[in-house]
């Protein structure tokens, strides 16, 4: 289903992605990262979202279209193992769209659509390195789970992702 969303994106569509969406999302990726980490870090990206994503987690996510041109996504889903919880996996906005609320109207919206499955809580993740992405995540009411170690401050769970790939831990309690 293609819906509006409120001004100011008027002109912007919102919509459940599917399997065909996968490689523009990838490819809008390495533009919206201005291609940080060269070749691997694009094949890190595509690692992230598989289209596996795009399959399985559709009606949970959702994506910006402007001018049939992608603008904005958020990958998230319905935690099978915790009833309780729901999970934002990955999340992408257009630098040109950025600072303007798009980011955040994804948030709610997947807070709506979590809430509105009986979901309290809403967990997300980032590299400690990414000072925009706790900035922003503070911002939409999530806290710093408590971390065993730590970085410039802020609390992190080592090796989160692997070896050496410690993430910050958020929490965001709906209601």
Not at 66 to 91: C, K, M, N, Q, T
Not at 151 to 172: E, N
Request: glycine share 12%.
């Amino acid at each position: 289903m293609v819906t509006p969303l409120p001004d100011p994106w008027r002109h912007h569509t919102i919509r459940h992605p599917g399997p065909g969406d996968h490689l523009p999302v990838l490819a809008v990726l390495d533009r919206w990262w201005g291609g940080l980490g060269g070749e691997a870090g694009s094949r890190q990206r595509a690692l992230l979202l598989p289209k596996l994503m795009f399959q399985h987690f559709t009606d949970s996510s959702f994506l910006v279209t402007a001018d049939e041109r992608i603008v904005a996504f958020l990958i998230g889903f319905l935690s099978p193992s915790r009833p309780a919880e729901s999970y934002i996996h990955f999340v992408g906005v257009e630098p040109a769209e950025r600072g303007r609320g798009l980011g955040a109207a994804l948030y709610e919206r997947f807070f709506a659509y979590s809430a509105a499955h009986g979901r309290s809580v809403v967990r997300a993740i980032t590299s400690p390195e990414n000072k925009g992405s706790h900035a922003f995540h503070t911002r939409m009411g999530f806290v710093t789970e408590p971390g065993p170690k730590d970085f410039d401050g802020v609390p992190v769970q080592p090796d989160y992702d692997g070896p050496g790939l410690d993430r910050l831990s958020f929490r965001k309690d709906l209601g």
